[in-house]
């Protein structure tokens, strides 16, 4: 037999269950190295810092051939669509559902918030689900949850029963995003940035289409029906989850060979909130992700009391379909976006120049165009941000960093408008609303480039071991 290499030699003597569980080598980037070292895994070169020591994942061992990576983005588009399609079918028919069921506008802030709070609370428990099952399986348990509990919000016979298919439709998306990261990095481990741009493009599209064809189309096909028009977006999201459960690439962590496998991989699911890359992330995305909303929440009503409503259709088309120009950006410029600083350092400014825009200029054309840039900047930066996780964190800690990012992001999400509104309340000035705002871009261009350049998971092991 020939010897072992001197590296395998090293950790020769080391008992599997002992590497496999962290008891020799506490950290989880230790452990997977020494997994690495020991012959588990065929490549340990991090995706996109060549020559630093990490591993690629079991599953993208042999690496996807041309027409291989074209299917995976295309599955992880359609994955981002999925988690999105259903989510923003429900607010162009809120008045009809606010007439049928009588609700209150109390109960209708409610019902536009529940989701976001479930992506908070809900986002640990999907990063151990992920751990147990898988990120493919349970990622298709989700959409397939999200889409079964979207048509159900359309046999809601009081608010009651329409706030718990919410709460389950919320549930499904909240274990999905945490497993996009985790997916990325096994399925195209060279290619992260194109991935979570995919993926990232589906969200858009899946955030755009609803609100642009429910009003023009879908709800004169189904006669007015609310209930149908939730029906008919259901339909696509459950064949997405058809599509994506018969041409995913089997999940080969399952197939590993040694009996303790799950029980290894099922401890690391549980955030490490000690580590300064899970804040940094959170505050990054949620940074991002607090004006967007606060601008969709507060633009008509700033228009109004301003004089000028006619406005409010052209600026709302505008900060939602900017996004798709940014999509455009995003895929011209992928080979620049891994772990680059640039889009914090161009595109929080310009987010900040377009709020003051919005609070000082009054022409109609400025508010629309200040109203796009908003939306191209938020498009562009968060999937700068969701690229982050699997490039940074180490191969096993993917999923629990990305569920305590979104678990910060979507409080700041939740948290941010509220605070803008109470502002205006308090203050009877409308502008104080997009204080808050421009705020967050000036913390999101800090925090972003500073998230940006921080020290991967390999890095840091490379300078240990040197």
């Not at 290499?5 to 003597?13: D, L, V």
């Not at 996109?48 to 020591?53: F, K, R, T």
């Not at 028919?93 to 209150?104: A, F, G, Y």
Request: net charge positive.
């Amino acid at each position: 037999m020939p010897p072992r290499p001197r590296e395998n030699r090293e950790f020769a003597n080391i008992p599997r269950v002992a590497v496999q569980h962290g008891e020799t080598h506490g950290t989880a980037e230790k452990r997977q190295t020494v997994l690495c070292l020991r012959g588990r895994v065929r490549s340990c070169r991090l995706p996109g810092d060549a020559g630093l020591p990490t591993m690629s994942t079991y599953a993208s061992r042999d690496g996807p051939r041309a027409g291989g990576i074209a299917r995976l983005l295309c599955l992880l588009f359609l994955a981002g669509v999925a988690m999105r399609l259903t989510l923003l079918a429900m607010p162009p028919v809120i008045p009809l559902v606010h007439e049928e069921l009588r609700m209150s506008e109390t109960q209708i802030g409610l019902l536009i918030g529940l989701p976001l709070a479930v992506f908070a609370i809900a986002a640990v428990p999907g990063s151990l689900l992920i751990a147990r099952i898988g990120a493919n399986l349970a990622a298709i348990l989700g959409m397939a949850l999200a889409a079964i509990a979207g048509a159900c919000r359309g046999a809601a016979i009081d608010v009651w029963t329409l706030y718990a298919a919410a709460i389950a439709a919320g549930f499904g998306i909240a274990v999905m995003q945490p497993g996009m990261p985790v997916l990325v990095r096994e399925w195209l481990p060279e290619r992260i940035a194109l991935g979570t741009i995919a993926y990232s493009s589906g969200m858009v599209i899946g955030a755009t289409v609803p609100p642009a064809l429910t009003l023009s189309f879908v709800l004169p096909l189904t006669g007015g029906s609310w209930r149908l028009d939730l029906l008919f977006w259901a339909l696509p999201a459950a064949l997405i989850a058809l599509v994506f459960f018969l041409l995913s690439p089997k999940d080969r962590a399952r197939d590993r060979k040694f009996d303790d496998a799950p029980d290894a991989v099922g401890g690391l699911w549980r955030p490490d909130w000690k580590n300064p890359l899970v804040w940094l992330l959170g505050f990054a995305f949620g940074t991002n992700s607090g004006p967007f909303f606060a601008a969709n929440a507060f633009l008509g009503d700033y228009l109004a009391s301003r004089g000028q409503a006619d406005l409010f259709g052209s600026a709302l088309s505008a900060l939602n379909g900017a996004q798709i120009l940014g999509l455009v950006v995003l895929i011209l410029m992928a080979g620049r976006l891994q772990r680059r600083a640039w889009p914090f350092l161009v595109f929080g400014p310009a987010m900040l120049a377009a709020f003051l825009g919005l609070i000082f200029l009054g022409s109609p054309l400025a508010i629309v165009l200040c109203a796009a840039v908003v939306g191209v900047s938020t498009s562009i930066t968060m999937t700068a941000v969701l690229a982050l996780p699997p490039l940074l964190a180490a191969p096993a800690d993917v999923s629990r960093t990305a569920a305590g990012m979104l678990t910060i992001s979507y409080i700041c999400a939740i948290a941010i408008p509220t605070a803008c509104g109470a502002l205006w309340d308090l203050s009877g000035k409308s502008w104080t609303t997009f204080v808050l705002p421009c705020l967050c871009c000036v913390g999101l261009t800090v925090i972003g480039a500073v998230a940006a350049r921080h020290r991967s998971a390999a890095e840091k092991f490379s300078a240990r071991w040197a």
